[in-house]
């Protein structure tokens, strides 16, 4: 039972660099989400899609972006990461929005 | 706009001594309220959703309950493994998709 994979696990970028993270669920899930958690701060929403094709903004969705590619897979990009983005980024699935969501083991980004 | 705090921030019990978390949440509309456990290095774990006031949830040793302000989390007669974050999260009927995180209750259950 995989059900919500991220990658990578870790990563260090320098200030300025770009990345994306990966994320994929095979619970055949409607909606997805990402967080970002900090020490003191909770979990807080980038971004999420309620459905495949549709994409919408969280609480702190400046410095990112999102592609949902298909059912599976929705994806989260820094075009210029900066040190306010080191955090731990979790992805999350669920049925629908009011059901439980599913969570990723995390990807652990610092930015230097 | 809708909110939601969770007391204590850490808490410290001996194995067997049990004891409660809170959650109180500031909502439009109560969708749905969930309780998750997050082990240190791993996601957060489902344990229960309460969907409306008087609502009741167990498994194992721990026990959810709802009212119109608040959940607890109750913990009876709690073991080691017992250690870990817990998380709170609440949907109103404004947030449409969204669901709103307290910043986690820490527990430590010494042997």
Known sequence: NAGVTQTPKFQVLKTGQSMTLQCAQDMNHNSMYWYRQDPGMGLRLIYYSASEGTTD????PNGYNVSRLNKREFSLRLESAAPSQTSVYFCASSQAANQPQHFGDGTRLSIL | EDQVTQSPEALRLQEGESSSLNCSYTVSG???????????????????????AGEEKEKERLKATLTKKESFLHITAPKPEDSATYLCAVQGKTSYDKVIFGPGTSLSVIP
């Open chain 1, 57 to 60: 903004k969280g609480e702190v």
């Open chain 2, 30 to 52: 109560l969708r749905g309220l969930f309780w998750y456990r997050q082990d240190p290095g791993k996601g957060p774990e489902f344990l229960f959703t309460l969907y409306s």
